[in-house]
Structures are given as C-alpha cells and as structure tokens.
C-alpha cells in the first residue's frame, strides 16, 4: 500500500507553565500546542498523556498552508 515514513518534525519548547504558553501560542498564532507528561514515551493514537489544544480560530490558508 503506502511505505512507511519515518519523519521527524521538531517542535518548540514552550514554557512550563501552561496559562504562559497558552499566552506564547496566541501571541505567535501558532495552531495550538500539546501538552505532555514528560515521564511518557510516545506512542501512536489517543492518550492521557498527550494533549493537543488548537486555536478554534486557527485558519492554514492564512499563514499560507493549504491542503493538497
């Protein structure tokens, strides 16, 4: 079917305090930031121990990303 991809894709550290980088995400327009227990390793799909918050405003097309 699809060959498996193995792409890594670095990520900014935002600050340890979550009201100060939620504050980071609005300032810079960032899509939203996930929020990690940082004892847990990654693992694929839905977990308790990665959070992913997203602007509700968010919109790609207006930093120039568009799906394809």
Not at 19 to 28: C, D, F, G, Q, S
């Amino acid at each position: 079917m699809f060959p498996t991809l193995q792409l890594i894709i670095p990520a900014r550290r935002l600050p340890a305090d979550g009201l100060e980088a939620w504050n980071e995400v609005l300032r810079y327009n960032y899509e939203g930031m996930v929020a990690k227990d940082p004892a847990s390793a990654y693992t694929p799909g839905r977990t308790l121990s990665w959070l992913k918050v997203k602007q509700r405003t968010y919109r790609q097309e207006a930093r120039g990303f568009h799906q394809g």
